[in-house]
Each structure stands twice: as C-alpha cells, then as structure tokens.
C-alpha cells in the first residue's frame, strides 16, 4: 500500500467549515446524531422488508406478484442499507453507542458484514477518496477501468454498457465472494486488517450462516429451487444496481478528480477537505423523495466533510459548505437531477473506455 499524506499544515478551508458548521448545531440547539425522522426510517423500513420477505416465503403469491416482490425487496433492503446501516456504521444513527452498534448489524441482516464494512468504508474511503490503489470502491479492474491511471484494456470500449449488468451482480458478488475475500485474506483491497477481534469472527459467522438459512435453505424448502433462483437474483438485481448507482454517482462522474497512488509514497498538495470537495459530487438535493430513499447519500460531499452528522442535517449544512467553498474558490460539484449526475457517470465511463 502507498504512503498517502495530505498537506494538512495549513488547513484553513476546513477550519473555517467547521466553525461555521459547529455554530450551526450550537444555534439551533441541535444534536448532530439521528433525530425521530430517522427512527421512523428504521420503523417503516425494516417491518416493510421482513413483510414482503414473509409475503413471498410463506404465503406466495404468484409469478408476476412474487418477481415484482422480490424488486420491492431488494430496493428496501438498499434503502436501510442506505438509511440505517450506513449512519450507524459512521455513529451518527444515535447519540448513544449501543444503538449504533446494534444498528449497524443490519448490514449483517442484508448478508454483509459490518466489521469489514467500517474498515473499507469509514477508513479507507473516506480517507483516500478517489485514490486509485488505495481506494476499494474504484477497484474494479480489470473488469471495469474507473479512472485515467487504471490500464485500459479493449474490452473497456464497451464499459458503459456492460458495467449495468456487473452493478447488478455487485450485491451478490459482495456478500457471496468479496466478503470472504477479505476476511480469509485479512485484506481490504491493499489494506491489511491487522486486528480481527474475536467476537467479531463469532459475529462474521453466525450472520453468514444466518443468511444462507434464510435468504438460500429456507426459501428453496418453501418455494422450490427454480422459483428461489429466480427470486433471489431479481431481488439482487433491484439491490445490487440501486447501491451500485448511488455510489457511483458520488465520485465517478465527470467533474470530480483522482489521485494516482501506484507509487510507493504520494504527496496529497490539498488539505484533507479539499481532497474531499474534489473527489465528491451531490445529485438531487431538491428532490424530497430521492433524499429520502438514499438517506441523504445525494449529499455527499456534505457527508464526506462530516460523516459523523447525520444525514438528516445535510440539507441545511449544504449550504454552509457551497458558502465557505465560494469564499475559498474551490468548485462544489452539484448535478441538479438524478438523471443528469447517472448521464455523466456513463459518459465518464464511455470516455475512460476509449484507448
Ligand atoms: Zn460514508
């Protein structure tokens, strides 16, 4: 793994956010952790997922029903994957650490794995943002190139038709290959994990088996093994391109940057902030009913300046990080709709798949 450091010396772009953004919660006398909105996400989200799954294991509709099931499945599991998981992951879902931490097994409960998450999420994404060989969520060669300093291969001119299908297996392949990947290699991409605890090897097993009974043995016991195949990949398929989607149009689109790090030691010349404004784009902000479904992931640059508030202030620290960023003359990169922000994810894709 490289040496990545930041030029963190003189860090006056961040200092002034976060005396701006600290008055902000001082103010208005407000918590920087999840309020009753969000509660009431987990309430409506999780009841609405373990419904449909009990819809479709033990009463089982018909065919048409039952597919189009198994999409709302998928879409709300993506939704407390985006809702829950990932503030709790951060500690921003609640003031109270237990919550959090309870919380954060929903991941467990979607098939993946929390320890490993906090380590390839809030370590190394949001440290190394866009940084091409540290970065795991821009790691995707040589199956799809998503950056200038990634090898281009021929295969890569058809990228930007061919990456919605590998979107669409990416839950699959997380749960299924890329988790045991990294926990038999204790390696995240270049990252090593030095410290598995072992509770934490108790948790990675028990959740894993828990999700071959319910989501594989017993559906094939209830419904058949055809029917579960079906199911199961339409399901992932609803919730491996939401994720997918949603990710990627926070940091492989057209406007923002990426930093090469196939060397040994690289020199960052941005403050820490900055890299972040840089490497991040918002999509959407206006859109009542995408901001809700993504949990605020539409603000991302907001988040990826302070992933320990909660989503649900985003709206309002938006606009206190596009004045600050005015004021330093650094470009908020901000896509007005969904469509546009996916538009130019596919074109960046179609751009870095020429030679
Ligand atoms: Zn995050």
């Given at each position: 793994?490289?040496?990545?450091?930041?030029?963190n010396?003189?860090s006056v772009?961040y200092?002034s956010l976060?005396?701006?953004?600290d008055?902000?919660?001082?103010?208005?006398?407000?918590?920087?952790?999840?309020n009753?909105h969000?509660f009431?996400?987990?309430l409506v989200?999780?009841p609405?997922?373990v419904?449909v799954?009990?819809?479709l294991?033990?009463?089982?509709p018909?065919v048409?029903?039952s597919?189009l099931?198994?999409i709302?499945?998928?879409l709300?599991l993506?939704?407390?994957?985006?809702?829950?998981?990932?503030?709790a992951?951060h500690?921003s879902y609640?003031?109270t650490?237990?919550?959090?931490d309870?919380?954060s097994l929903?991941?467990?409960?979607?098939?993946?794995?929390?320890?490993?998450w906090k380590?390839?999420?809030?370590v190394?994404h949001h440290?190394?943002?866009?940084?091409?060989?540290v970065?795991?969520d821009i790691?995707?060669m040589?199956?799809?190139r998503?950056?200038s300093?990634q090898?281009w291969m021929?295969?890569?001119?058809?990228?930007?038709w061919?990456s919605?299908g590998?979107?669409a297996l990416?839950s699959?392949?997380?749960?299924?290959?890329?988790?045991y990947?990294?926990?038999?290699?204790?390696?995240?991409y270049?990252?090593?994990?030095?410290?598995?605890?072992v509770?934490e090897?108790?948790?990675?097993?028990?959740s894993?088996?828990?999700y071959?009974g319910f989501y594989?043995a017993?559906?094939?016991y209830?419904?058949g093994f055809l029917?579960?195949?079906?199911?199961?990949?339409?399901?992932?398929g609803?919730l491996?391109l939401?994720?997918?989607i949603?990710?990627q149009?926070?940091?492989v689109?057209?406007d923002?940057s990426f930093?090469d790090?196939n060397?040994?030691?690289?020199k960052i010349?941005d403050?820490?902030?900055?890299?972040?404004v840089?490497?991040t784009?918002?999509f959407?902000t206006?859109?009542?009913l995408?901001?809700?479904?993504v949990?605020?992931?539409?603000?991302?640059?907001e988040h990826h300046?302070?992933p320990k508030?909660?989503h649900?202030h985003?709206?309002?620290?938006?606009?206190?990080?596009?004045?600050?960023?005015?004021?330093?003359?650094i470009k908020h990169?901000?896509y007005?709709?969904?469509?546009?922000a996916i538009?130019?994810?596919f074109r960046?894709m179609?751009?870095?798949?020429k030679?």
């Amino acid at each position: 793994m490289a040496k990545v450091t930041f030029n963190n010396k003189n860090s006056v772009f961040y200092d002034s956010l976060k005396t701006r953004v600290d008055a902000y919660f001082k103010e208005n006398h407000l918590k920087r952790t999840g309020n009753f909105h969000l509660f009431f996400k987990a309430l409506v989200l999780i009841p609405a997922a373990v419904g449909v799954y009990y819809t479709l294991v033990f009463i089982q509709p018909a065919v048409i029903p039952s597919l189009l099931l198994c999409i709302v499945l998928g879409l709300t599991l993506a939704s407390i994957g985006f809702n829950v998981m990932h503030d709790a992951c951060h500690g921003s879902y609640s003031s109270t650490k237990w919550v959090n931490d309870v919380m954060s097994l929903s991941l467990n409960f979607l098939g993946g794995n929390a320890f490993i998450w906090k380590m390839k999420h809030n370590v190394i994404h949001h440290t190394y943002t866009n940084v091409d060989g540290v970065d795991d969520d821009i790691a995707k060669m040589p199956l799809i190139r998503q950056c200038s300093s990634q090898k281009w291969m021929p295969a890569h001119r058809y990228q930007h038709w061919y990456s919605l299908g590998i979107y669409a297996l990416s839950s699959f392949l997380w749960i299924m290959v890329m988790d045991y990947m990294k926990y038999f290699s204790k390696k995240v991409y270049t990252t090593p994990i030095n410290n598995i605890p072992v509770r934490e090897h108790v948790i990675f097993w028990i959740s894993k088996i828990l999700y071959i009974g319910f989501y594989i043995a017993l559906p094939i016991y209830m419904v058949g093994f055809l029917p579960w195949l079906t199911g199961f990949f339409v399901m992932h398929g609803a919730l491996g391109l939401t994720l997918a989607i949603v990710f990627q149009l926070a940091h492989v689109v057209e406007d923002v940057s990426f930093v090469d790090a196939n060397a040994p030691v690289v020199k960052i010349e941005d403050e820490w902030a900055i890299h972040q404004v840089k490497t991040t784009a918002d999509f959407a902000t206006n859109n009542k009913l995408i901001s809700w479904f993504v949990g605020g992931l539409n603000f991302q640059i907001e988040h990826h300046l302070f992933p320990k508030i909660s989503h649900v202030h985003y709206p309002a620290i938006r606009l206190i990080v596009k004045d600050v960023c005015d004021q330093h003359g650094i470009k908020h990169v901000d896509y007005p709709t969904m469509g546009s922000a996916i538009n130019s994810h596919f074109r960046f894709m179609k751009f870095l798949g020429k030679k």
